[in-house]
């Protein structure tokens, strides 16, 4: 589902198929209104895009957009001005303001993971664990937080886990089939052990990715692979000890929290007649 397909189907939703009966009940069709998009808290803004698109879709075009898409705000700051009809601001409120809204707290705390590990070589990387339908735009939040995407579908790379190994018969077969059916494709081989890892590392993956290893164990990874691959921890990290994971040396964070966990970023709605 593209991002004009999503739009539509969340409006959609919202009226399904009936009129916003509150709006039309209370206000006068030719009536017009300025409105500001307003930040309730403290954090990294993303989906101003999707906000302005939300309002585009039913005749709101006069928008002013004050801060960008990963920039800081504070509390109280206006991020969008828009001036138009005030039922179809309203239309659009709750759907730009859920947009808007999840995004901004996807930007935000992915923001605050990217903090954790500043001063080192490791990067905060997100995963597939995404809204269904929404997983460009979740990880565009990601981007604007400072966070940098790992696989966008299946067909972007492979990544050889446990279930694969099981089927090929092994991690050299597995590895093996891959590399002769697409031999372009950049490999991932994920590993649980420091034996598995040394199984692996004359293949040649051009990624290992480090499952559910303590930092000291990571440590220890970090010196067998010695430069020869990138190297990305996975499992039982949290913000709370991202950065002794950082330290141990790996290329990346692999964290699933950002785009299923966020806390909604609180943004509201302020309407002024004129």
Known sequence: MNENELIKAALAEDLAGGADI???ATISADANSL????????GVIAGSNIAHAVLAE?????????????????????????????RAIL???????NFFGHLSGIAT????WVKEVSGTKCQVRDTRKTTPGMRVIEKYAVRMGGGVNHRMSLSSAALIKDNHI?????????????????????????????EQLKEV???????????????EICTQAVALVNGKCKLEASGGISITNARAYAQA?????AIGALTHSAPVFDIGLDLRTE
């Open 35 to 42: 409105a500001d998009f307003v930040a309730r808290m403290d």
């Open 91 to 97: 239309l659009a409120e709750r759907t730009a303001l």
């Open 22 to 24: 509150t709006s039309e």
């Open 249 to 253: 040396g790996v290329d990346y964070i």
């Open 58 to 86: 039913v005749g709101i075009t006069d928008v002013t957009q004050l801060k960008k898409d990963g920039e800081s705000v504070k509390a109280g700051d206006i991020l969008i001005s828009v001036r138009g009809n005030t």
């Open 201 to 215: 590392l004359p293949l040649n993956p051009d990624l290992i990715l480090l499952d559910n290893m303590s930092p």
């Open 166 to 194: 099981a089927a090929a018969g092994g991690v050299v077969a597995a590895f093996a089939k891959v590399r002769s059916t697409y031999p372009e494709a950049e490999i991932e081989i994920e590993v649980d052990t420091l």
């Open 109 to 112: 705390l992915t923001s605050k």
